[in-house]
């Protein structure tokens, strides 16, 4: 489509048309314009814009912004490599369901993973090695958040790790303690209170996706809008931590040596 074709097909002079794509004095369309322009290319007027990363007309907006992606098993899946690839090079904010994935040894992973699930303690394993492989690379910038409280009760063997032997969660610890210094600050652990700050598990990756984790799938958004809602939780939960990131290495290491 020249510009010609545009001007006719949003019925509008071809001088206006000109005017807004000219590199040499940049304008925006006023609102009529816009819509006009926006029904002719047959996308949306929030893309033209540069407030959606979706093209698509209004009415097919809703179901490219929110999206149901099934997964077997949280939280090693091919869902989630495939968004951490897509976002390399982008900064990666996970608030985890238990303990972060990318720390976990082999040992919890089989532990985690080895009751009835879709997903075997190899698979996970493998998958793991996939993700810490994404820390090595010089333009990872990933940000975690997890409860001081959760990583507490991992130490002191409650809930699902009460079959844990004590030398296992350890281990755990040591190599948490050990990863999160080698990779800082690229990689950056908070923990908050979970008295004073609560959060469901998810995922942003950059400014293009959030991913929600609701238990055997994701609800993943795109729209702008959305990602800088959990953006902003996320901030939230850095900005209330009991332990920062500098911090959070040897906090893990301590909880290691009272074992």
């Not at 492989?133 to 809930?159: P, Q, V, Y």
């Not at 699902?160 to 030398?167: K, Y």
């Not at 959990?230 to 909880?255: I, P, T, W």
């Amino acid at each position: 489509m020249n510009r010609s074709d545009l001007a006719r097909g949003a019925d509008l002079d071809r001088s206006t048309v000109s005017q807004l794509l000219s590199e040499d004095s940049p304008r925006l369309p006023n609102g009529q314009a816009l819509a006009a322009i926006a029904t002719a290319l047959g996308v949306s007027a929030d893309w033209l814009l540069g407030l959606s990363a979706h093209k698509g007309a209004a009415a097919e907006i809703l179901d490219q912004a929110v999206q149901v992606a099934e997964t077997d098993r949280h939280p090693v899946d091919e869902h989630l490599l495939a968004w951490y690839r897509d976002a390399v090079g982008a900064k990666i904010r996970h608030v985890p369901a238990n303990l972060p994935d990318v720390l976990k040894t082999e040992a919890v992973l089989a532990h985690e993973y080895s009751g009835e699930t879709l997903r075997t303690a190899g698979q996970a394993i493998t998958g793991t090695r996939d993700q810490r492989a994404l820390l090595s690379r010089a333009e990872t910038d990933m940000e975690i958040c997890l409860s001081k409280e959760a990583l507490e009760a991992f130490a002191r063997g409650e809930g699902m790790w009460s079959g844990l032997s004590t030398n296992c969660r350890k281990e755990q610890l040591k190599v948490m303690g050990q990863t999160l210094a080698e990779h800082y600050p690229s990689l950056r652990l908070h923990l908050f209170g979970a008295n004073d700050r609560y959060s469901a598990p998810f995922t942003v990756f950059g400014q293009k996706w959030a991913a929600l984790y609701l238990g055997q799938r994701y609800l993943a958004f795109s729209n702008t809008r959305h990602v800088q809602l959990f953006s902003k939780h996320f901030d939230d939960l850095v900005r209330h931590a009991l332990v920062r990131s500098h911090e959070a290495g040897e906090f893990a290491e301590k909880l290691a040596d009272g074992l």
